[in-house]
């Protein structure tokens, strides 16, 4: 009986086809055409910061990632899609006038080479966009650089883990893909042309189908036997509950596993190629059976058997070696290594006279930070914006200077252009493109002072100093200040990504940007890129989608236009494997406005190092404020700070400098940009006085070591030895210790750490800038360590762990007792019932005479105007178990080093909010016998310590007749001494201070 021939697809007419092809030729277009745009227009910007080689690098290696990995994977896939068209059947029998198979055929048959040539291209181009992505780990693969340090099981340098490693299991991956989608297109291919047919029980396979894909097959399992191989390393990396590397079930059962599982993937992979030849199905089919067996038992069971039945009961001494190992490769991966950390004992408690304190730590005493960086910024606003169209960050910077022969640290802010802030009727493009291009001043202010105090007229606020231009235009400088040679700013951290201005030469010559009332500017500066050219007016005008650009008459052959204007995506830019700080600053080095931006390697595949989220690490109240931008959120286990970089504010000059000649990780990367980082050696005096270390580096850091500060392995298993950062505990407007105790358990935020000038830890008579952290227990509020690391020249990086011998009242506690002084929450609760809002600015933590030393600056602002701003009220002090609250440092600082301030209760565990404790309250204790007390008081405090006893002795014995009586003496006692705790003592002092004057004046 006759059939009817397979009837194809119906045709498009040709009308349709144009449509077709003239609506893909737009969409490419489209999507080629702003690739090229962009492209373009960062060639450009590129030139105008001279690291244009980058940009070639970069776009040479994704084209030729593109182009080799598209053909490769592209190349396989059509020789497996032209073996099957040449292997199939001369004759392929129809199964019916319907066969759908048959109908596809037909129409592949009528347009082969579309087929043949397209599938294998699309499969190109994808493969391709995808693997362009990765071109930063070729580059390292090529310009790999030894470390010098072999891993602990297998020898190999950790350069082979840190450059080799990825690139081959990158290649392994596109090798995996390319077999699995040739093998995929083959068994089409062969199902298509009739070389597998479907029909029957079983169906039929011809014979070069079935070589072909039993071919393919075992390629496949040749690869996993490579796998298997290089999966031996990664087990180095393998993160376990307790830490990262190999574990004792890794190194006795599942590395034998993996050898094992070779032989068996090559066993299986020459089965298949034999069963191709001899036509034999059945060794490929026992073959898998096999390799999936020996996957299930070999590979995954008898680890499982061994981890529970013998590691598990026995982990801390099976576990010991990997834990070693973990520990010192963590240790040298985040920079902690025995040359770099220096870890004392340390008291916890006063172990010298208050004289003694005065004389040996006057460093310190005499430079306390006042001013918060991260409250003042609307004051800054409200005394030193000048006009609306300025602003500053929201959060300012921390850096010292030598002014008039003396080291200060001070409040630093660049007074910038803030195109948002511009009035409603004025944001026309003109004025935000043409006339309002730049910031104007560098307005600082000495950090452990005010102009007057709080109590007196318009005192409590920063002392004002500026190096700005004048309304007629000239620069001016305060002349006991610092000295600031050009202060007009065209680049700072308030630009988005949107403000770009047109600078420089106007068609009549005369200056047209905004400088002051009375004068205008035209800027000189080496930066900003050419856009007098048609071409550049049409590219620019396309690319942020304002015609403006192309008809506006103001702009001449000599223009400029400047965009990527903050100091971060600058260097970020220049530098695409470096990942930038969160926190860029101002310096004014050798008369100029600079921004320093301090720039990172990473890397996320040190064997045996513990693996961190860099955004978690560094996440803190500040970032959770958003006063400070988070990082992104990457995997990390090694990091340097290996790079310095600087931005001029007026021409925007990027800069590299190489600060860790050790760094093989930069050494790579400079292998691939030459000539890009500058040598340390170029890096001037001036501008090394000005280098912090930094912030996201230090926050990382503090974070490791909370942990691997300890070296015993059953010590770190445990976890009993274990610290943390502590949760900041300045919250606003909370004026209470209930309130504070609400508030601490809703906000788990982490306290940042502080720059200060202070005392070396090493010789509290020397002053150091330093940046600072107090670490907790964890899970509770008690210090265990202080950590300080320096950022002067010559001792730069060096960390300093003062490791407290006892318990010790940690930030949270001492926020808590700020607020239970009776004088402090008086005071406080009376403001808040003023409208008026108390803002706690940070809570600094200093070592002082064998104890720690707690300042915090009290602000308030009026809560209902909506122009409000912090003003420097009162400063509170803990020391020695005595809180000082004043107008001024001096006066509060007095109260706690002579006896006159009010007596607090001694530590004491709150359980973090978990439990209950025996006792009702926490009752006070008997002070510190360096000040005179009250007869009531002292007779109070005694009467306390009595309750306490036949509290504890009735609790023993089960009387609750006599417990009743205790507790109703302990409350009777306890009013006593809040009545007579007045925060004076029964004999003030008289004379002078017993504060020793401050080297640099103390508000």
């Known amino acids: 009986m006759a059939t009817r ?47 244009r080689d980058v940009y070639s690098t970069v776009l040479l290696t ?56 397209g599938i294998p291209v699309f499969v190109g181009l994808i493969a391709g966009a995808s693997a362009q992505a990765d071109w930063q780990q070729i580059q390292l693969f090529l310009n790999s650089e030894p470390f010098g340090v072999t891993d602990p099981q297998f020898g190999h340098d950790i350069g082979f883990y840190a450059f080799q490693l990825p690139f081959y299991e990158w290649l392994l991956s596109w090798l995996f893909i390319t077999t699995a989608v040739s093998f995929i297109g083959a068994v089409i291919a062969h199902y298509l042309f009739g070389g597998i047919r479907l029909a029957g029980r079983g169906g039929q396979l011809s014979g070069p189908a079935r070589l072909h894909l039993a071919l393919v097959a075992g390629s496949f399992v040749l690869l996993k036997a490579v796998a298997y191989f290089f999966d031996r390393y990664t087990l180095l990396l393998h993160e376990n509950e307790k830490f990262v590397g190999a574990s004792y079930t890794d190194l006795n059962a599942v590395l034998p596993a993996k050898l094992i599982l070779l032989c068996i993937a090559v066993f299986c992979a020459v089965a298949f190629f034999a069963g191709a030849f001899m036509r034999n199905v059945q060794l490929p089919a026992i073959a898998t059976v096999l390799l999936v067996l020996s996957s299930v038992l070999v590979g995954a069971a008898w680890p499982a058997v061994l981890e529970q039945f013998s590691v598990k009961p026995n982990a801390i001494q099976k576990e010991a070696e990997s834990i070693t190992r973990n520990i010192a490769a963590t240790r040298q991966s985040f920079g902690l290594t025995d040359d770099k950390v220096e870890t004392k004992p340390y008291d916890g408690k006063q172990n010298v006279t208050n004289d003694q304190i005065k004389t040996n730590d006057a460093a310190t005493l005499g430079n306390i930070r006042l001013l918060d960086p991260a409250v003042l910024s609307r004051t800054f606003t409200q005394f030193q914006q000048l006009r609306p169209f300025y602003g500053f960050p929201n959060k300012l910077d921390v850096d010292r200077y030598t002014v008039d022969g003396k080291l200060r640290d001070y409040i630093v802010a660049v007074r910038e252009l803030k195109l948002d802030s511009l009035p409603q009727g004025q944001r026309d493009w003109i004025n935000q493109h043409l006339i309002y291009t730049h910031g104007n001043g ?35 400088n305060d002349p006991k200040g610092i000295k600031v040679d050009q202060p007009r700013t ?22 047209a940007e905004y400088d002051t009332d009375a004068k205008s500017y035209t800027y000189t500066g080496a930066g900003g890129v050419p856009i007098g050219s048609l071409l550049n007016k049409m590219a620019f005008a396309a690319y942020y989608g304002e015609r403006n650009i192309l008809f506006n008459q103001s702009i001449a052959d000599d223009s400029k236009i400047l965009f990527k204007r903050t100091p971060r995506e600058r260097v970020q830019a220049v530098a695409p494997w470096l990942t930038a700080d969160s926190d860029p600053y101002p310096a004014v080095v050798n008369g100029r406005i600079t921004w320093i931006v301090d720039g990172y390697t990473t890397l996320e595949n040190y064997p045996y190092a513990q693996r961190t989220q860099l955004g978690d690490a560094t996440n803190d109240s500040l970032t959770g404020e958003s006063l400070v931008i988070s990082q992104e959120n990457k995997p990390v286990n090694y990091i340097r700070n290996s790079v310095k970089a600087t931005v001029d504010a007026y021409d925007g000059t990027v800069n590299l400098y190489q600060v860790d000649d050790k760094d093989p990780v930069l050494k790579a990367w400079m292998g691939v940009f030459p000539n890009t980082v500058k040598p340390g050696s170029e890096i001037s005096d001036e501008l090394r006085q000005h280098f912090r270390y930094p912030e996201d580096l230090f926050k990382v850091q503090r974070q490791i070591l909370s942990k691997y500060h300890v070296s015993s392995p059953s010590d770190f298993y445990s976890g009993v030895a274990y610290w943390a950062p502590p949760q900041d505990p300045t919250i606003d407007n909370i004026t209470t210790a209930d309130a504070q105790r609400d508030a601490a358990s809703k906000r788990r935020d982490a306290q940042p750490p502080f720059y200060v000038l202070a005392g070396d830890p090493s010789d509290p008579s020397k002053v150091r800038f330093q940046l600072t952290s107090p670490l907790v227990r964890e899970n509770r509020e008690f210090m265990a360590a202080h950590v300080s690391v320096g950022s002067d020249p010559d001792n730069y990086g060096k960390i300093s762990v003062l490791q407290l011998n006892q318990d010790a009242k940690g930030p949270q506690q001492i926020q808590t007792q700020f607020l239970t002084s009776d004088n402090v929450s008086r005071e406080l609760n009376l403001l808040t019932q003023q409208k008026t809002t108390v803002v706690y600015g940070n809570l600094l933590t200093l070592p002082l005479g064998g104890a720690l030393l707690y300042v915090e600056p009290v602000y308030i602002e009026r809560a209902s105007n909506n122009t409000s701003y912090p003003q420097l009220s009162k400063v509170l002090v803990w020391y020695g178990d005595r809180v000082g609250y004043a107008s001024t440092l001096n006066e509060a600082l007095d109260q706690v080093l002579s006896g006159a301030g009010a007596v607090v209760p001694p530590p004491s565990d709150n359980n973090n909010g978990n439990g209950n404790t025996s006792n009702p309250s926490t009752p006070p204790s008997t002070p510190p016998a360096n000040g005179n007390l009250n007869p009531d008081l002292q007779k109070a405090i005694n009467d306390i310590d009595t309750a306490l006893a036949d509290i504890k002795r009735a609790q023993s014995s089960g009387n609750f007749t006599e417990l009743g009586q205790a507790y109703a003496k302990l409350d009777e006692a306890s009013k006593r001494f809040k009545q007579f705790n007045t925060g004076a003592p029964s004999s003030p002092s008289t004379g002078q201070s017993s504060v020793v004057p401050s080297p640099t004046p103390s508000g």
């Open 5 to 51: 021939p397979p009837v194809g697809l119906p045709k498009l007419s040709r009308r349709s086809r144009i449509l077709l092809i003239v609506g893909v030729v737009l969409l490419f277009g489209l999507i080629t055409g702003s690739r090229l745009l962009d492209t373009y227009v960062n060639w450009l910007w590129f030139g105008e910061v001279k690291f």
């Open 62 to 117: 994704r084209l030729g990632l593109f182009v080799a990995v598209g053909a490769v994977v592209g190349g396989i896939v059509a020789l497996n899609l032209f073996l099957a068209y040449r292997a199939r059947p001369v004759f392929v029998p129809v199964s019916g006038p319907d066969d759908p198979v048959a109908r596809y055929r037909t129409v592949v048959m009528r347009r082969m080479r579309l087929f043949a040539i």
């Open 442 to 476: 560098f307005v600082y202010a000495e950090a452990n002072k005010v102009n007057a105090v709080a109590d007196e007229s318009n005192g409590g606020y920063p002392d004002f100093k500026t190096g700005e231009v004048k309304s007629n235009g000239d620069v001016g």
């Open 490 to 511: 065209y680049y700072g951290e308030l630009f988005g990504q949107t403000d770009y201005s047109i600078v420089g030469g106007r068609p009549a010559g005369q200056p």
